[in-house]
C-alpha cells in the first residue's frame, strides 16, 4: 500500500484551495488496491462529505468499457474489427458527410469509404461531438439536432465531418460501437455489460440507471465561475434516455472503476485474453496524427485541449502515450478521461492503474488536471522509494 499521507493532503488541499468541491483518487496494482482516499463535499453549498462510496458520473470513462465489450465479441468470433459498421447496423450506410453549408443550409455527400468497427474504437470514422468541432456545432445550431445530453436517439443519427481513416476526430463512436454490441449480443448495452463486466469483477455500484439510493451518494456536478470559484449546477443525465450511452452513461464508484482498471492491468482478467488486451494497447492510427490541440467549440463544456510534446497514439478504446512520462507513467500507457474532469491511466509497464474523480465543468479545468498530476506524480514517487528499500 501507498503511504496515505501526502496523497491524502493533497486531496485535502484541492478542496480547500477551491480547485474542487471534492474528490477521490486511487491506485491498483495487479493485485489489488495500492491507495484510495477521498476528500470534500458532495456540493459546494452542502455538508455532505465525498465518501469512497460516493457515486461519480464517469462520462466518456464508460467507453473503455464498451470498447472492451465488443473486444469480448471479437474474441468469440461474432464480430471482426475490420469488418463494417453497416454490416451489423444496416442503417449506417445512410450516414452521409458534411461537406460545408450553403447558407445555413448543411450540404451532405456519400462517403468515399463505409466505416469499420476498428475505426468505431479508434475515433477515424468521421463521428464528431459538438462541443470540440466547429462543424458539428454550426450542423447542430443549423439543424437544431439534440445533443447527447438529451437522451434522444436522434443525437448520435449525425452526418462524418470526413470521410472514414481521413482524421482522428472524437465524437460519438463508442455509442455506435454500444449499438454493435446490442445487435450481436441480443441484449440491450446496460444489461450485458452487467453481466459480462460489472458482475464479474464484483462492480456493485456501476449503473446506467441510479437508484435514489445511489443518488443520494453522487456528487454534484459544478461549473468553474469567471472569478475561479466553483458553483453546484442543474445538470444531469435523463432518467429515461432512448439509448444506453456506450460513450458516456455510467456511473459508479472509484472502487469500481479501480476493479475494472485491475483487469486491464491482469492482462484481461476474467475480461479478455492477453493478446486482446496487448491490442487495445497497440497504436492502430496507421499514420493518422492526433491534433497538437482539441479545440473547443462551447466553454462551457470544454477549455483546448493542448497535448503534450512526446509521441502518441490510439489504440483500441484507449489514448496512448508512447514514450515515458518523466516522473509517472511508462512508454505504452493507456488513459483517458470523462467530460466531468475524471481521469484515469493505465501503465503495463509499472504495473499500475489509477485516476482522480472530480465532477467540475469545463473539461480541462486547470485546477483539476494540476491536482491530478500532483497526485500522479507523488504515487510513483512512492513506488521509486519502495523499490529502492
Known amino acids: ?22 474528490v477521490i483518487a486511487f491506485a491498483v496494482g495487479r493485485d489489488g488496491l495500492l491507495y484510495e482516499g477521498a476528500a470534500g463535499r458532495l456540493r459546494v453549498d452542502g455538508d455532505a462529505p465525498v465518501k469512497l462510496d460516493t457515486m461519480i458520473r464517469i462520462a466518456s470513462m464508460t467507453k473503455a468499457m464498451t470498447t472492451v465489450a465488443a473486444l469480448q465479441l471479437v474474441e468469440q468470433g461474432r464480430l471482426e474489427l475490420d469488418q463494417t459498421v453497416a454490416s451489423v447496423l444496416p442503417a449506417f450506410a445512410d450516414t452521409k458527410v458534411l461537406a460545408g453549408f450553403d447558407g445555413d443550409t448543411p450540404v451532405l455527400r456519400a462517403p468515399a469509404t463505409q466505416a469499420t468497427i476498428r475505426q468505431l474504437m479508434n475515433h477515424t470514422t468521421g463521428l464528431a461531438y459538438w462541443f470540440i468541432n466547429a462543424e458539428m456545432f454550426r450542423w447542430h445550431e443549423a439543424t437544431g439536432a439534440p445533443n447527447v445530453f438529451s437522451g434522444l436517439r436522434a443525437a448520435v443519427e449525425l452526418p462524418l465531418i470526413d470521410d472514414p481513416g481521413k482524421r482522428w476526430q472524437y465524437g460519438v463512436n463508442t455509442d455506435w ?15 450485458y455489460l452487467a453481466e459480462h463486466i460489472f458482475a464479474p469483477l464484483g462492480m456493485t455500484d456501476a449503473t446506467f440507471a441510479p437508484s435514489d439510493e445511489q443518488n443520494a451518494r453522487m456528487m454534484a456536478v459544478h461549473a468553474r465561475t469567471p472569478e475561479g470559484g466553483l458553483v453546484a449546477i442543474p445538470v ?16 459508479c464508484t472509484a472502487g469500481d472503476y479501480a476493479r475494472f482498471l485491475q483487469a486491464l492491468l491482469d492482462d484481461g482478467g476474467p475480461l479478455l485474453r492477453r493478446e486482446t488486451v496487448d ?19 462551447d ?15 490510439w489504440g483500441l478504446g484507449l489514448h496512448l502515450f508512447l514514450e515515458d512520462l518523466q516522473g509517472m507513467r511508462r512508454a505504452g500507457s493507456g488513459d483517458w478521461a470523462g467530460i466531468f474532469n475524471t481521469y484515469f491511466w493505465v501503465d503495463r509497464a509499472s504495473g499500475i492503474a489509477g485516476g482522480l474523480l ?9 485546477q483539476v488536471v494540476g491536482t491530478a498530476l500532483a497526485v500522479e506524480q507523488a504515487l510513483y514517487a512512492q513506488l521509486r522509494k519502495a523499490a529502492t528499500v
Open 299 to 313: 466553454p462551457t463544456l470544454s477549455n483546448d485541449v493542448p497535448s503534450l510534446p512526446v509521441r502518441q497514439g
Open 279 to 297: 491490442l487495445m494497447f497497440t497504436d492502430s492510427l496507421g499514420g493518422i496524427a492526433l491534433p497538437e490541440v482539441i479545440r473547443s467549440a
Open 236 to 251: 444531469d443525465l435523463p432518467p429515461a434516455p432512448e439509448w444506453m450511452a456506450g460513450g458516456h452513461g455510467v456511473a
Open 358 to 366: 472530480t465532477q467540475v465543468l469545463p473539461f480541462f479545468d486547470g
Open 1 to 22: 500500500m501507498i503511504e496515505r499521507g501526502q496523497i491524502d493532503g493533497l486531496l485535502e488541499l484541492a478542496c480547500s484551495n477551491g480547485a474542487v468541491p471534492g
Open 177 to 191: 460501437l454500444g449499438f454493435v454490441v446490442e445487435r450481436i449480443s441480443g441484449q440491450t448495452l446496460d444489461a
